[in-house]
T-cell receptor
Framework: GNSVTQMEGPVTLSEEAFLTINCTYT??????LFWYVQYPGEGLQLLLK?????DKGSNKGFEATYRKETTSFHLEKGSVQVSDSAVYFC????????????FGQGTRLTINP | DAGVIQSPRHEVTEMGQEVTLRCKPI?????LFWYRQTMMRGLELLIY????????DSGMPEDRFSAKMPNASFSTLKIQPSEPRDSAVYFC?????????????FGNGTRLTVT
């Protein structure tokens, strides 16, 4: 089946620190991969995506590279800000069969000034 | 460009009452999803529709839950009768399917409290 495993949280960092949130997946087809972010009191928003191997998705200073050989899509940012505090979800969606989005469990990130 | 619109934003009701949550997807999107989010279980997919037809309702917890999509611009999720364990944030999302595998666009959710 299709599944996503994320690094367990919560993660607490100081402002300007380097961030990595690990994400690995299993999929029966060829998935597209996504990172979503959820700010307090809001719905999920797409942060970035990648649709094929070696693609790099990027947005707002965040990056993630689609690694087919390690089935990973780790989220990174070089210098985090307090405003990056949120819950981050890794997700996949496959073209074959049911086209539902499969989410990881989410990682809560808190950035201290 | 309006996003996915959900109503109400908050709902407080007593156990045993009927609750109806509403969703207006983004115009032109052919997939609609209902998710539930709790601290204990995270994000759970309840049901999704393609072109107004329910495709997978295996996530619907029990017969008390039902969902409809009478047309491309409106969907409802109904709980009857409601129970305290149904308290959660319910999200609606829409997307374009087919070859594009476009991402999902989420509404801001309905926070349901059943007392």
């Amino acid at each position: 089946g299709n599944s996503v495993t994320q690094m367990e949280g919560p993660v607490t960092l100081s402002e300007e620190a380097f961030l990595t949130i690990n994400c690995t997946y299993t999929a029966t087809g060829y998935p597209s991969l996504f990172w979503y972010v959820q700010y307090p009191g809001e719905g999920l928003q797409l942060l970035l995506k990648a649709t094929k191997a070696d693609d790099k998705g990027s947005n707002k200073g965040f990056e993630a590279t689609y690694r087919k050989e390690t089935t990973s899509f780790h989220l990174e940012k070089g210098s985090v800000q307090v405003s990056d505090s949120a819950v981050y979800f890794c997700a996949l969606r496959v073209l074959q069969g049911a086209q539902k989005l499969v989410f990881g469990q989410g990682t809560r990130l808190t950035i201290n000034p | 460009d309006a996003g996915v619109i959900q109503s109400p934003r908050h709902e407080v009701t007593e156990m045993g009452q009927e609750v109806t949550l509403r969703c207006k997807p983004i115009s032109g999107h052919d997939y609609l999803f209902w998710y539930r989010q709790t601290m204990m279980r995270g994000l759970e997919l309840l049901i999704y529709f393609n072109n107004n037809v329910p495709i997978d309702d295996s996530g619907m917890p029990e017969d008390r839950f039902s969902a409809k999509m009478p047309n491309a611009s409106f969907s409802t999720l109904k709980i009857q009768p409601s129970e305290p364990r149904d308290s959660a944030v319910y999200f609606c999302a829409s997307s374009l399917g087919g070859q594009s595998l476009a991402p999902l666009h989420f509404g801001n959710g309905t926070r349901l409290t059943v007392t």
